[in-house]
């Protein structure tokens, strides 16, 4: 499976942004997905993930109730919603996909990554 992230720039702390990851993958329903960021110097974190059909996500606990993912899979993509943006939000997100069909936020359960996109939000 192939992901292209999107939607990554500068934004304003408090503004809302929405990134995207298109699948090369034509049954996109077969995996479960999620996204991660790493911030410079620090390690990969996990952002959210979703299962295969939507119906179960998972958030760290200091994106919760500011982002939510989502995704389509007649149009092969997974979306996350970012809205109240911070500082400590700025990034860079890879959007990722694994062979369990359920919810995962262990990046070592990942199999495909994409390139990422940087997020940057200025106070």
């Known amino acids: 499976v192939q992901l292209q992230a999107s939607g990554g720039g500068l934004v304003q702390a408090g503004d809302s942004l929405t990134l995207s990851c298109a699948a090369s993958?034509?049954?996109?329903?077969?995996?479960?997905l999620g996204w991660f960021r790493q911030a410079p110097g620090k390690e990969r974190e996990f952002v959210a993930a979703?299962?295969?059909?939507?119906?179960?996500?998972d958030y760290a606990r200091s994106v919760k109730g500011r982002f939510t993912i989502s995704r389509d899979n007649d149009k092969n993509t997974v979306y996350l919603q970012m809205s109240s943006l911070k500082p400590e939000d700025t990034a860079v997100y890879y959007c990722a996909a694994h062979r369990f069909l359920g919810v995962r936020s262990t990046k070592d359960d990942y199999d495909y990554w994409g390139q990422g996109t940087l997020v940057t939000v200025s106070s």
């Open positions: 979703i299962n295969w059909n939507g119906g179960s996500t």
């Open positions: 993958e034509r049954t996109l329903s077969r995996y479960g």
